[in-house]
């Protein structure tokens, strides 16, 4: 099963933390599934830039990039050519090393 290696992000997971993901699984639902709250605004439906994440390693084992992620990252805050919507980015066999930016576009969250 691959392993995902979260870098340190001062509000989710200070200290970093390495979860295991199944096959098939998103890297958002992978994070959620062991406690680290990434931000999914849309219910991770595709809609919203908040489960934004950079993939520093395993970035090209990872499904490819439809059109409507691709639209919506140009959106997203902190955007790098490694960004991925956690959402859509689905786990193949290969161990991955992702960074979760330091802010979100979710103005809800942020109190605007």
Request: glycine share 6%; hydrophobic share 40%; net charge negative.
């Amino acid at each position: 099963m691959p392993v995902i290696k979260i870098l340190p992000h001062a509000e989710l997971c200070p200290q970093g933390a390495e979860v295991k993901a199944p096959r098939g699984t998103s890297i958002c639902e992978a994070l959620l599934d062991n406690g680290i709250a990434l931000e999914h605004a849309c219910d991770m439906s595709c809609a919203c830039t908040t489960c934004h994440v950079i993939v520093r390693q395993g970035f090209r084992s990872l499904n490819a990039m439809e059109e409507g992620e691709e639209d919506l990252l140009d959106r997203a805050w902190g955007l790098e050519p490694d960004s991925r919507l956690g959402c859509q980015a689905i786990v193949a066999d290969a161990d991955l090393v992702v960074e979760i930016p330091k802010y979100t576009i979710n103005h809800a969250r942020e109190n605007h």
